[in-house]
């Protein structure tokens, strides 16, 4: 009687969460999906948003479905997260997908790197399971760096964020029902997409050119984790660098642009 009590307890709290509705801002069309044990994601795009983009940031691997009325509305999914392969949802596979959509429009990134500073969060993009910015979150990300991340990643603002730690729910989630976070950072969201980081070739083979809206500009070479290797302005030689992936940042009064390169000789 007393496991039972218990389990409808749960229950209760769980469709709570589920049913708690936050709209940050119903002009906007950037959405945010945060846990930690990752699992099958279905996004149900039942609103008539002009061009939706969709953050998903997770610990462990998920498999994310765009589906629909509206599913056409949506012009970029990007997960950015850890995607660890411990199979803690039970699904079978051990890699982040996406489906839904149109080719081109999914992109897949391991920890890029924050961009955003909160000391209770991470340097890089893992996971996030809590609408919380003032407390440690035991080596996830801050709400907030999600927000930063996802807006200037995509050029946009922030029409909600919906965050738990468990497993995805099989039921669909619906763009409509909103989010349960809207936490920003307290410096404000800079949109930056009137800044284009435009960093070539990709893979580098030999040099790595950087412009900003088409102009030669400074830039700081990162490795994996962040460190900083370099700095030049416009280019930079890679002959001495190891094959693998590194990061070009940017930094600029809206603030700091990153872009992955991959170095290949």
């Given at each position: 009687m007393?496991?039972?009590?218990?389990?409808?307890?749960?229950?209760?709290?769980?469709?709570?969460?589920?049913?708690?509705?936050?709209?940050?801002?119903?002009?906007?069309?950037?959405?945010?999906?945060?846990?930690?044990?990752?699992?099958?994601?279905?996004?149900?795009?039942?609103?008539?948003?002009?061009?939706?983009?969709?953050?998903?940031?997770?610990?462990?691997w998920t498999k994310i479905i765009i589906t629909g009325t509206y599913s056409a509305n949506v012009t970029e999914v990007r997960y950015a997260g850890y995607d660890g392969n411990n199979n803690h949802c039970g699904m079978g596979s051990l890699s982040?997908?996406?489906?839904?959509?149109?080719?081109?429009?999914?992109?897949?990134?391991?920890?890029?790197?924050?961009?955003?500073?909160?000391?209770?969060?991470?340097?890089?993009?893992?996971?996030?399971?809590?609408?919380?910015?003032?407390?440690?979150?035991?080596?996830?990300?801050?709400?907030?760096?999600?927000?930063?991340?996802?807006?200037n990643a995509f050029g946009g603002s922030m029409r909600y964020h919906f965050t738990q730690y468990g497993c995805w729910s099989t039921t669909p989630y619906l763009v409509s029902a909103g989010g349960n976070c809207c936490i920003v950072p307290t410096t404000g969201i800079k949109n930056t997409s009137a800044k284009k980081l435009n960093v070539f070739p990709s893979p580098a083979v030999g040099k790595i050119n950087v412009e900003l809206n088409g102009v030669a500009e400074e830039f700081s070479l990162l490795d994996i984790l962040g460190n900083k290797l370099a700095s030049a302005k416009g280019s930079l030689e890679t002959g001495n660098l190891p094959n693998g992936v590194y990061f070009v940042q940017v930094k600029t009064n809206e603030g700091a642009l990153t872009r992955k390169i991959v170095v290949q000789h």
């Open positions: 007393k496991k039972f009590y218990l389990f409808s307890i749960i229950a209760v709290l769980s469709l709570q969460m589920r049913s708690q509705t936050a709209m940050c801002d119903t002009t906007a069309n950037v959405i945010i999906y945060s846990n930690y044990d990752g699992g099958q994601l279905i996004i149900d795009v039942d609103q008539n948003i002009p061009n939706i983009k969709i953050g998903i940031t997770t610990y462990e982040t997908s996406i489906a839904g959509v149109a080719p081109g429009v999914d992109t897949i990134i391991q920890f890029p790197p924050a961009g955003y500073s909160n000391p209770n969060g991470y340097q890089f993009i893992i996971c996030n399971y809590s609408c919380s910015s003032t407390t440690n979150q035991g080596g996830c990300n801050t709400p907030d760096q999600l927000a930063y991340y996802f807006t």
